[in-house]
């Protein structure tokens, strides 16, 4: 076995060691086929049981209500800025968007091309420390969106938010990372790439009351891979579906079975940060958090190191196999994305260098 780096990538991310092993050992020949699975028909038995069976588990795992559609579509969470607004934003409405950080911000300038939109709370002022509370959310427009989890600045919403308004929710960065309440969202939507497997297929999660209340009779005028429906009737097969991605996230779904399901899960991804921000915390201001305390993110450790050369930090850092640990220009800093498969070694060997890093400075 080659060494695994110590991999803290925000996305494309780290995928369990064990799925990898599985796909390697498939590759030549899928379930005695003798041909893989990007050389196989996507209407064969093959497939169509992988894409069931992802399904099945993704409706098990997240507890998906019968009544809300699973799609895998394509062209990542950021087609989806544009096709929500197009099918269901009528010239007459308006869509709310929660202005939480530089996701949220791309989601409504797409949006803004699309139709009419509003920001409703926004937290530049402080560049996104924290998430709002549902009192601080109140809007006459139509539709409400949220980003649960902002994979750049590290802050996240701690619960589902029961609100009065339809709710679509960009989930690409905590999708899976803990249970949430389907039934609270009308829509809901991840790029696979961050916790569910490659990039390439995008998840979303659709109420059929929603659809059929919402979405617009002009949705119909819509190139038919805009339009929901096609997807829906079709089964996410009405042009070749992304088989690879899909394939590879049904058997993190498998994965997932086997951590004990969304509520281990979650208990090992807060165990995980829990180390790391305690690190920061005891640090006496050596290290300092982005977010506030109480929307910390989970799955994306946001710090500084104010009195210290970032750069000899990242450098140190590789030269111990800890990779991809830069923040994002926007935040600065360092980012630590400990995903669900996120190894404990590397948050152990994450942990121990810093307070290495911290002493050899001090
Ligand atoms: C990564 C990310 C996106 C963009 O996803 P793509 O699949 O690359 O389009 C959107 N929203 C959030 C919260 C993300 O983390």
Redesign the pocket.
């Known amino acids: 076995m080659t060494n695994r780096a110590h991999n803290f990538s925000?996305?494309p991310a780290v995928l369990p060691l064990s799925v990898l092993k599985t796909a390697q050992q498939e590759m030549l020949s899928l379930h005695g086929s003798g041909m893989s699975i990007v050389e196989i028909s996507h209407r064969s038995l093959y497939f169509s049981q992988i894409i069931e069976q992802a399904e099945t588990r993704l409706r098990a795992l997240l507890q998906i209500p019968a009544d809300y559609h699973v799609l895998f579509l394509q062209?990542?969470?950021?087609?989806?800025?544009s096709m929500i607004p197009m099918n269901f934003l009528a010239s007459d409405q308006s869509m709310a968007f929660v202005d939480s950080g530089s996701?949220a911000k791309?989601?409504f300038l797409e949006a803004q091309k699309v139709g009419s939109t509003t920001q409703i709370w926004s937290d530049k002022a402080q560049n996104y420390q924290r998430m709002p509370s549902t009192s601080e959310l109140s809007t006459s427009s139509d539709y409400i969106h949220l980003?649960?989890?902002?994979?750049?600045q590290g802050i996240a919403l701690q619960s589902d938010y029961k609100l009065d308004k339809p709710v679509i929710c960009?989930?690409?960065?905590d999708i899976l990372s803990r249970p949430v309440d389907v039934n609270q969202y009308d829509l809901i939507y991840?790029?696979?790439?961050?916790n569910m497997g490659p990039?390439g297929v995008?998840l979303v999660i659709l109420k059929d009351q929603f659809l059929k209340k919402h979405q617009q009779t002009s949705a119909s005028q819509l190139g038919s891979m805009l339009n929901y429906t096609t997807h829906i009737e079709n089964k996410s097969m009405y042009n070749t579906p992304p088989v690879f991605s899909i394939y590879l996230l049904n058997l993190v779904m498998g994965w997932l079975e086997e951590q004990g399901g969304l509520s281990g899960i979650h208990q090992r991804n807060q165990n995980q940060a829990q180390q790391v921000y305690a690190v920061v915390d005891q640090s006496q201001g050596f290290y300092q958090g982005h977010a506030q305390i109480e929307s910390r993110s989970l799955m994306n450790i946001t710090f500084t190191i104010p009195g210290a050369d970032q750069a000899l930090f990242l450098k140190q850092a590789e030269a111990k196999g800890l990779h991809n640990l830069k923040g994002h220009r926007s935040v600065g800093g360092i980012r630590a994305s400990l995903y669900n498969a996120c190894p404990q070694e590397s948050v152990d060997a994450l942990c121990a260098f810093m307070q290495d890093f911290k002493r050899n400075q001090s």
């Open positions: 925000a996305g062209g990542g969470a950021s087609l989806q800025f996701w791309k989601a980003t649960s989890n902002e994979t750049i960009d989930m690409s960065s991840a790029g696979a790439q961050k990039s995008t």
